[in-house]
């Protein structure tokens, strides 16, 4: 049970008009946090406000692009001025232009950056400055994506931002403990509008929006349920209870939760004066090359 665990806490949330985001938003107001509501849409983000205040929640929308600075400055001055402080920054706000790299263009791919890496980029810079004026901690949690941990075929711009995103928190981490601002990565998978989009998901998802459960294959092996079996990592992460988690890439979906590995090196040999190209090419067939990874996540067939 969350409720009252963010008492008196006061978050931002980008992108919180529909989905993921939404589901953050409501999860960390009904368990006493006020919430900054943010997106581009404004019927979307005046929805959430609602949805989180006819519960009994504390909600206020700002309309704005995430990406530039300018954005991030009035997100933080919004929660400062409404509510008085700053203790949670969830950076969610995304979009997709999916391409393969060769039909990719640099206005698609530029979007893509901007709002994911940038956007992350810009709003917890600016929620890192406040959180450490006030001296009382904080927390940055980043969203990250199995994209970015594994790859993804026609995602060229998405699973790099992704990527850099949960580096991003690896980095901060670091930078942020001596504040006591935690930051950490959440790698979400969920039944959404953007996963109807693959067709082995198509009828699945129309199941779930009439109201079916979701089969356990589905919850398990795939890690898909709906948004709000991602949220309470967000409230966990949010809470005074993890103040000892950090710089960690944390997955949830459906039923599994995952903890991620940092890249780390499989295996090494030394070449008394260094390496030739056949030398390596050796090492490679004998030793190396049976411990290659491949790329891009995979999943067992639905029944």
């Not at 594994?150 to 949960?166: C, D, E, L, W």
């Not at 459960?213 to 967000?234: F, I, K, M, T």
């Not at 940092?262 to 190396?288: N, Q």
Request: one cysteine or more; proline letters at 4%.
């Amino acid at each position: 049970m969350s409720a009252g665990l963010l008492d008196g806490r006061v978050a931002v949330v980008t992108g919180s008009g529909r989905g993921l985001g939404r589901a953050y938003a409501q999860a960390l107001a009904a368990a006493g946090a006020a919430v900054v509501v943010n997106d581009v849409d404004a019927d979307a983000a005046a929805e959430t406000v609602w949805l989180i205040t006819a519960a009994g929640g504390r909600a206020v929308a700002v309309v704005a692009p995430v990406g530039p600075s300018a954005t991030a400055d009035l997100l933080v001055q919004t929660a400062q001025e409404t509510y008085g402080r700053l203790d949670i920054m969830v950076t969610n706000a995304g979009v997709l232009r999916d391409r393969v790299l060769w039909k990719t263009d640099d206005d698609d791919f530029d979007l893509v950056v901007e709002t994911h890496l940038r956007g992350t980029f810009s709003c917890a810079k600016a929620a890192a400055a406040v959180m450490r004026e006030q001296g009382e901690g904080g927390r940055i949690i980043v969203i990250g994506s199995p994209a970015g941990q594994f790859g993804s075929f026609g995602q060229t711009a998405y699973s790099a931002v992704k990527a850099g995103i949960v580096a991003f928190a690896r980095t901060w981490s670091l930078e942020l403990a001596r504040a006591g601002i935690t930051v950490n990565a959440v790698i979400p998978t969920a039944l959404t509008a953007m996963t109807a989009t693959m067709p082995i998901y198509q009828e699945v998802y129309a199941r779930f929006l009439d109201g079916d459960p979701l089969p356990a294959q589905v919850r398990q092996a795939h890690a898909l349920g709906g948004p709000e079996d991602v949220a309470p990592l967000v409230v966990w992460l949010a809470s005074e209870r993890s103040a000892e988690v950090t710089g960690q890439a944390i997955g949830i979906g459906g039923d599994k939760l995952t903890l991620y590995s940092h890249p780390a090196e499989l295996m090494a040999e030394y070449a008394d004066g260094g390496w030739t190209a056949e030398t390596i090419e050796d090492a490679w067939l004998s030793r190396f090359g049976a411990h290659a990874q491949p790329s891009g996540a995979s999943f067992p067939p639905l029944d």
